[in-house]
Each structure stands twice: as C-alpha cells, then as structure tokens.
Nanobody
C-alpha cells in the first residue's frame, strides 16, 4: 500500500502562483509514472500533468506553458508549480502514482483562484 499526501493548495488571485507537493510513503525512484489530476465542482476529474520515471512530462493543453511538474526522488516527492493561475484552474487537485499495476491517489488539495 502507498500513501500519497498533497499539500500546498490555497486561495490565490488570478495571475498568482502556487506550488503543490505530493509526498509518497514509498520510494518513487522506479515508479512508472506520477502525476496530477483535478476535479472542478460539477465536472469530472481530468488529467493535468504526468512525469515518467525517465523524467518525460506530459500536460493537458490548457496548462501548457503555465504549469511545471517535477520530481525529487530523494524526497519521494512530486511537485506541480502553477503560474499565471486563472479562475478556471479552481479545483481539487489530486496526486496520482502507478506502482506496477496498482494506481494510488491522494486525498486532494483545494486550489481556488479568485478573479
């Protein structure tokens, strides 16, 4: 079993920045992939960004150029740097990780962007 704990959410004005962190209870050195998803009120959970074990990254089009995903294997932590935030980025952000055939999710952290 793996626990993923997110932190760093909060309330920010449009144009501002936040950095989310996701700390894993197990080593992420060889994990297949980790990433971030988000769910806005009344909407389905959607993919935001992923980072593979080799460091390759992938982003949803709406955040490209504004968000950056990174990982620190020594700290078993994945980050999501969010810049130029927009009101439409408001959502609960969930950390995700795939260890082998198993998927794990964090409990979520709220990000609210005011206009």
């Amino acid at each position: 079993q793996v626990q993923l704990v997110e932190s760093g959410g909060g309330l920010v004005q449009a144009g501002g920045s936040l950095r989310l962190s996701c700390a894993a209870s197990r080593s992420i050195f060889s994990v297949a992939a980790m990433g971030w998803y988000r769910q806005a009120p009344g909407k389905q959970r959607e993919f935001v960004a992923t980072i593979a074990s080799g460091g390759g990254t992938n982003y949803v089009d709406s955040v490209k150029g504004r968000f950056t995903i990174s990982r620190d294997n020594a700290k078993n932590t994945v980050y999501l740097q969010m810049n130029s935030l927009k009101p439409e980025d408001t959502a609960v952000y969930y950390c995700w990780g795939a260890w082998g055939a198993n998927n794990y999710w964090g409990q979520g952290t709220q990000v609210t962007v005011s206009s």
